[in-house]
């Protein structure tokens, strides 16, 4: 926790890092072939998030009278407007690079050489699979290469990666990915340990278990790194 106060107490060189642009250079024409992408269609962005508000809108309000709702219910007549809103404004904002967080790298200018554990983020995301929420935590490590973040860095961009229709692997290799390439390093670490709606509130309705996933690169691949960081993170905790 001192790195914490020392980050943000020094005034320190900024570097403005544009990650969208990072990360598209990085995937270049194997963009779709990756399976850490996220499948979009080439006209994902032609409509504005209001044309897409628009669009999609009637097609909820399709569903909801499919199943049998009455629209007319003053409960229920806003709805299909508020859930599109909610998909393209909140839900689902993450699909656009556009949202992309602003990355700020520091100069490492205490020479902290150890990892640095930013644990118990809190993230939402919703499952591409069934539309229905999953939730936890995610603990993300680096190892300094001459570069730091400021720390709140790291939640915004598990936030931003969880604003999409999501399978938990990919977000974790997403997270994991797009911090290499900001912090120009190998050394990072991501675990994210969460709960499926789709696993507990239907289907098997197992409200008990947990999932667990995980991103080790460079040092973090040799067991002494992997085991101190899995004991900052104490997942049991
Ligand atoms: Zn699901």
Same mark, same amino acid.
């Given at each position: 926790?001192?790195?914490?106060?020392?980050?943000?107490?020094?005034?320190?060189?900024?570097?403005?890092?544009?990650?969208?642009?990072?990360?598209?250079?990085?995937?270049?024409?194997?963009?779709?072939?990756?399976?850490?992408?996220?499948?979009?269609?080439?006209?994902?962005?032609?409509?504005?998030?209001?044309?897409? #508000?628009?669009?999609?809108?009637?097609?909820?309000?399709?569903?909801?009278? #499919? %199943?049998?709702?009455?629209?007319?219910?003053?409960?229920?007549?806003?709805?299909?407007?508020?859930?599109?809103?909610?998909?393209?404004?909140?839900?689902?904002?993450? %699909?656009?690079?556009?949202?992309?967080?602003?990355?700020?790298?520091?100069?490492?200018?205490?020479?902290?050489?150890?990892?640095?554990?930013?644990?118990?983020?809190?993230?939402?995301?919703?499952?591409?699979?069934? !539309?229905?929420?999953?939730?936890?935590?995610?603990?993300?490590?680096?190892?300094?290469?001459?570069?730091?973040?400021?720390?709140?860095? %790291?939640?915004?961009?598990?936030?931003?990666?969880?604003?999409?229709?999501?399978?938990?692997?990919? %977000?974790?290799?997403?997270?994991?990915?797009?911090?290499?390439?900001?912090?120009?390093?190998?050394?990072?670490?991501?675990?994210?340990?969460?709960?499926?709606?789709?696993?507990?509130?239907?289907?098997?309705?197992?409200?008990?278990?947990?999932? #667990?996933?995980?991103?080790?690169?460079?040092? !973090?691949?040799?067991?002494?790194?992997?085991?101190?960081?899995?004991?900052?993170?104490? #997942?049991?905790?």
């Amino acid at each position: 926790m001192k790195q914490k106060e020392t980050l943000s107490t020094t005034p320190l060189k900024e570097q403005h890092i544009d990650l969208s642009n990072l990360l598209i250079e990085e995937m270049g024409d194997e963009h779709k072939a990756s399976s850490v992408e996220t499948p979009l269609r080439a006209d994902a962005f032609d409509k504005t998030d209001e044309e897409k #508000i628009a669009a999609i809108a009637p097609h909820f309000k399709a569903i909801m009278e #499919i %199943l049998g709702m009455d629209l007319r219910d003053d409960s229920l007549r806003g709805t299909p407007l508020r859930v599109a809103k909610m998909y393209v404004k909140e839900l689902f904002q993450g %699909l656009n690079p556009a949202n992309m967080p602003s990355m700020t790298l520091f100069e490492n200018k205490f020479q902290y050489n150890e990892m640095l554990v930013e644990k118990n983020i809190n993230f939402y995301t919703n499952c591409e699979h069934h !539309f229905v929420p999953f939730f936890g935590k995610a603990h993300v490590a680096y190892i300094s290469s001459g570069k730091v973040i400021g720390l709140s860095k %790291l939640n915004r961009l598990v936030e931003y990666f969880s604003k999409r229709p999501q399978v938990q692997e990919r %977000l974790t290799m997403q997270i994991g990915k797009a911090l290499q390439t900001v912090l120009q390093t190998q050394d990072v670490a991501v675990m994210m340990d969460a709960k499926h709606l789709c696993v507990s509130s239907r289907g098997v309705k197992d409200d008990s278990s947990n999932t #667990i996933t995980s991103f080790f690169g460079g040092k !973090f691949q040799e067991e002494k790194k992997k085991m101190e960081f899995l004991k900052y993170v104490d #997942i049991n905790e």
